[in-house]
């Protein structure tokens, strides 16, 4: 480990040797980039020469103690004491950041959430998730951006698509991906029983066009009047598009915006982004028979995470975490670190035990 880390120090000097030349600092794109290869390398160097510093440190302090005597002994044998649970703590924090980078990290996500299986009462939870991401991305200081949302009868969303923009927000929401389940009394029980219901929430990487290149003679569009619930007309002119990918079938629907321009715009960035993560499971799936579809069906039975309201909880119930909170309050306010960083942590252990 040490090796790599000598070897990550002479790339940070390269890189900033090619940060002084005049030629990438009148690039933009060059400068940009070398810049955040910088910053990846400095995080890394930075936690090995706290590493390396801690080792030579305690295997000085161990010599030093086999020759002490008296009280400069147990001066010695304190400073030991001290060094060895914090050689560790910084080696398993060094072998996390060594860990190979997911692809998608440096990309902004588009999120939708839809509500499936419970009726008017699974469009009101989709609408609970939404305003939790909401709160969780004002918490993690991420740019949130709604795309499109259709409201259900009684305010909640049968569908809601954002984007978020950030630090690390794609290694944080990808696990959010799949069916979420709520156990409830709905506001439309008369006779105050529990209900169970589901919504699904999708992570998509937002695709660049360097990605995903889409030919215009692929898609069909096609141009309609808004609506709102119930179905009646928000708009008297031919505003919303629906934009279909010929070759795959994939369609995507934005009514938002007031023009037929902007909403294309929109519906663009979803339908490439849509493209991107089938074309990285189609990769995914030539390297594992047992890949799996993020949300499945949207079945109350296929969820990956409980929300129960009278025990005031939320369970993970995935392999990956495995994880029960009992602040279900806290939780749909933003409050979702403790599970998303518990999912993190499992997810970079079973990393290391796969010897990623």
Same mark, same amino acid.
């Given at each position: 480990?040490?090796?790599?880390? *000598?070897?990550?120090?002479?790339?940070?000097?390269?890189? *900033?040797?090619?940060?002084?030349?005049?030629?990438?600092?009148?690039? #933009?794109?060059?400068?940009?980039?070398?810049?955040?290869?910088?910053?990846?390398?400095?995080?890394?160097?930075?936690?090995?020469?706290?590493?390396?510093?801690?080792?030579?440190?305690?295997?000085?302090? $161990?010599?030093?103690?086999?020759?002490?005597?008296?009280?400069?002994?147990?001066?010695?044998?304190?400073?030991?004491?001290?060094?060895?649970?914090? @050689?560790?703590?910084? /080696?398993?924090?060094?072998?996390?950041?060594?860990?190979?980078?997911?692809? #998608?990290?440096?990309?902004?996500?588009?999120?939708?959430?839809?509500?499936?299986?419970?009726?008017?009462?699974?469009?009101?939870?989709? $609408?609970?998730?939404?305003?939790?991401?909401?709160?969780?991305?004002?918490?993690?200081?991420?740019?949130?951006?709604?795309?499109?949302?259709?409201?259900?009868?009684?305010?909640?969303?049968?569908?809601?698509?954002?984007?978020?923009?950030?630090?690390?927000?794609?290694?944080?929401?990808?696990?959010?991906?799949?069916?979420?389940?709520?156990?409830?009394?709905?506001?439309?029980?008369?006779?105050?029983?529990?209900?169970?219901?589901?919504?699904?929430?999708?992570?998509?990487? %937002?695709?660049?066009? @360097?990605?995903?290149?889409?030919?215009? #003679?692929?898609?069909? &569009?096609?141009?309609?009047?808004?609506?709102?619930?119930?179905?009646?007309?928000?708009?008297?002119?031919?505003?919303? @598009?629906?934009?279909?990918?010929?070759?795959?079938?994939?369609?995507?629907?934005?009514?938002?915006?007031?023009?037929?321009?902007?909403?294309?715009?929109?519906?663009?960035?979803?339908?490439?982004? $849509?493209?991107?993560?089938? /074309?990285?499971?189609?990769?995914?799936?030539?390297?594992?028979?047992?890949?799996?579809?993020?949300?499945?069906?949207?079945?109350?039975?296929?969820?990956?995470?409980?929300?129960?309201?009278? %025990?005031?909880? &939320?369970?993970?119930?995935?392999?990956?975490?495995?994880?029960?909170?009992? #602040?279900?309050?806290?939780?749909?306010?933003?409050?979702?670190?403790?599970?998303?960083?518990?999912?993190?942590?499992?997810?970079?252990?079973?990393?290391?035990?796969?010897?990623?």
């Amino acid at each position: 480990m040490l090796d790599r880390i *000598e070897a990550l120090e002479r790339e940070l000097h390269d890189v *900033e040797v090619r940060l002084g030349d005049p030629d990438v600092q009148s690039d #933009n794109a060059k400068r940009e980039a070398e810049g955040r290869r910088y910053a990846e390398l400095k995080e890394v160097v930075d936690a090995g020469r706290a590493y390396r510093t801690a080792v030579e440190d305690l295997e000085a302090a $161990r010599e030093m103690a086999a020759e002490a005597t008296g009280d400069e002994l147990e001066e010695m044998a304190a400073m030991v004491a001290e060094l060895e649970p914090e @050689v560790p703590r910084l /080696e398993e924090e060094l072998k996390f950041m060594l860990l190979p980078k997911d692809p #998608n990290d440096k990309k902004n996500v588009i999120v939708e959430v839809r509500g499936t299986e419970g009726g008017e009462e699974a469009n009101l939870f989709a $609408r609970d998730l939404y305003e939790m991401y909401v709160s969780f991305a004002k918490r993690q200081s991420w740019k949130l951006e709604t795309l499109e949302g259709k409201p259900s009868d009684m305010g909640g969303f049968s569908e809601v698509t954002f984007l978020l923009k950030g630090d690390s927000v794609w290694s944080r929401m990808k696990h959010e991906g799949g069916t979420h389940r709520v156990q409830r009394v709905p506001v439309t029980e008369s006779q105050g029983r529990i209900h169970t219901s589901a919504a699904t929430v999708t992570v998509l990487p %937002e695709a660049e066009e @360097v990605d995903i290149e889409i030919d215009e #003679n692929e898609l069909k &569009v096609d141009y309609y009047r808004s609506s709102g619930p119930g179905g009646q007309s928000v708009n008297t002119t031919d505003s919303a @598009v629906r934009i279909t990918h010929i070759p795959t079938g994939v369609q995507v629907s934005m009514q938002d915006e007031k023009s037929q321009i902007q909403n294309k715009a929109k519906a663009l960035r979803v339908l490439r982004s $849509r493209l991107l993560k089938a /074309e990285q499971d189609r990769q995914a799936a030539e390297l594992s028979e047992a890949r799996r579809d993020q949300v499945g069906g949207g079945g109350r039975s296929e969820k990956i995470r409980t929300y129960n309201f009278k %025990e005031n909880r &939320v369970s993970d119930h995935r392999d990956l975490g495995g994880i029960t909170v009992h #602040n279900l309050d806290k939780v749909l306010a933003g409050e979702l670190d403790e599970v998303s960083d518990a999912l993190l942590h499992a997810e970079r252990q079973a990393q290391l035990e796969d010897g990623a």
